[in-house]
């Protein structure tokens, strides 16, 4: 069964570091998101990707964030100088018809 | 108005018995009502979903029932089982926002053997 993968499963860095999270959504989807969940809170959207170009972002989703489709297989998020606060499990989703959104395992980001 | 509410927060149920979590929403908008369910330490994993134009959906030991007049929407987990025991989510999604799952807040099952 098709499913989406990510990585790193854990990812630890220092504040003001850039990070890559890596996703590899399911081969025939063309919507694809991100989500991230603190610790013990609820799932919260960040990002949605279709045609090559951001659809919805959230308020979660400032400058320091952006995202990135760079070949046919891989999405990309980046956060470019990270806080403390960016500490969470990072969800990447995928989408054929953006109803039915697959999520892969998460990426655990710890920053220190 | 974006907010999804999700009751009741942690929720302990003998094997065998039923299970049910509530939904509630503001947004008319809505069009699609998924339930995700999370095992520690996994991703959401698509359990069910319904859309506003039925009132019950049914698959296995698993049943949306939802009432559009009340904005509200449950899942029942009929013969819980211990296996069942995980965090559940209510979401909810309308297509003109590219599809963005709006969460509740999560119900922490436990099924006691």
């Known amino acids: 069964e098709p499913e989406v993968t990510q990585t790193p499963s854990h990812q630890v860095t220092q504040m003001g570091q850039e990070v890559i999270l890596r996703c590899v959504p399911i081969?025939?989807?063309?919507?694809f998101y991100w989500y991230r969940q603190i610790l013990g809170q609820k799932v919260e959207f960040l990002v949605s990707?279709?045609?090559?170009?951001?659809?919805?972002k959230s308020e979660i989703f400032d400058d320091q964030f952006s995202v990135e489709r760079p070949d046919g297989s891989n999405f990309t998020l980046k956060i470019r100088s990270t806080k403390l606060e960016d500490s969470a499990m990072y969800f990447c989703?995928?989408?054929?018809?953006?109803?039915?959104?697959?999520f892969g395992p998460g990426t655990r980001l710890t920053v220190t | 108005q974006q907010q999804v509410k999700q009751s009741p927060q942690s929720l302990i149920v003998q094997k065998g018995g039923i299970s049910i979590i509530n939904c509630a929403y503001e947004?008319?908008?809505?069009?699609?009502f998924p339930w995700y369910q999370q095992f520690p330490g996994k991703g959401p994993a698509l359990l069910i979903a319904i859309r506003p134009d039925v009132s019950e959906k049914k698959e296995g030991r698993f049943t949306i029932s939802f009432n559009k007049s009340a904005k509200q929407f449950s899942l029942h987990i009929m013969d819980s089982q211990p296996g069942d025991s995980a965090t559940y989510f209510c979401a909810a999604s309308t297509y003109n926002q590219g599809g963005k799952l709006i969460f509740g807040q999560g119900t922490e099952l436990s099924v006691k053997p």
């Open positions: 947004n008319t908008a809505f069009d699609y």
């Open positions: 990707f279709y045609n090559n170009e951001i659809s919805e």
């Open positions: 989703a995928s989408s054929n018809d953006s109803y039915e959104q697959y």
């Open positions: 081969s025939n989807h063309l919507y």
